[in-house]
T-cell receptor
Framework: NAGVTQTPKFQVLKTGQSMTLQCAQD?????MYWYRQDPGMGLRLIYY???????DKGEVPNGYNVSRLNKREFSLRLESAAPSQTSVYFC????????????FGSGTQLSVL | DQQVKQNSPSLSVQEGRISILNCDYT??????FLWYKKYPAEGPTFLIS?????DKNEDGRFTVFLNKSAKHLSLHIVPSQPGDSAVYFC????????????FGGGTRLMVKP
């Protein structure tokens, strides 16, 4: 069972470059999320998609865009990367909402130089 | 201002003893609380949850206690095992937070053999 798959696992960018983080889940979940994890800050929600065709801002959306391509896939785009976006990014999914258990991918370590 | 706080960044416990991880929250509208466990280089995994209508929930070696008047929850692990060594995040949802899950900063638990 693949669960939630994120690519890439590691990425180094220069300031101003753009990139897209890909996420796919095979559990037929309705809701998908993007979090970033920074030391001492826990996980902070960037964007979420409660269902296919909808997206909403989370706690820290500035500098990011998302696309819910279909029920399986939810991508996160950095249009112009900044050093402050150096972080570990996690994609997650749940059947309906955050009160149910979230299933997380293994993360993407992103460094912006 | 962090609405969910884990004031102990780390905790060291002897194998077989009890581990107690604490979490405080400030938003009285939160009505659902979860604990996640994270190993290095992996995504967090769901551990246990509790609704605000309860004050205790137990699952094997793991028990979560909720004190609504103090806005405090704790996770008890009895007996602690070396495999429990990980970072533990508490999280909360509900009220005006809607579909967002707010995480604490995490506590690193080390269980010594």
């Amino acid at each position: 069972n693949a669960g939630v798959t994120q690519t890439p696992k590691f990425q180094v960018l220069k300031t101003g470059q753009s990139m897209t983080l890909q996420c796919a889940q095979d559990m037929n979940h309705n809701s998908m999320y993007w979090y970033r994890q920074d030391p001492g800050m826990g996980l902070r929600l960037i964007y979420y998609s409660a269902s296919e065709g909808t997206t909403d801002k989370g706690e820290v959306p500035n500098g990011y865009n998302v696309s819910r391509l279909n029920k399986r896939e939810f991508s996160l785009r950095l249009e112009s990367a900044a050093p402050s976006q150096t972080s570990v990014y996690f994609c997650a999914s749940s059947e309906y909402g955050p009160n149910e258990k979230l299933f997380f991918g293994s993360g993407t370590q992103l460094s912006v130089l | 201002d962090q609405q969910v706080k884990q004031n102990s960044p780390s905790l060291s416990v002897q194998e077989g003893r009890i581990s107690i991880l604490n979490c405080d929250y400030t938003n009285s509208m939160f009505d659902y609380f979860l604990w996640y466990k994270k190993y290095p280089a992996e995504g967090p995994t769901f551990l246990i949850s509790i609704s605000s209508i309860k004050d205790k929930n137990e699952d094997g070696r793991f028990t979560v206690f909720l004190n609504k008047s103090a806005k405090h929850l704790s996770l008890h692990i009895v007996p602690s095992q070396p495999g429990d060594s990980a970072v533990y995040f508490c999280a909360a949802s509900g009220g005006n937070a809607g579909n967002m899950l707010t995480f604490g900063g995490g506590t690193r638990l080390m269980v010594k053999p």
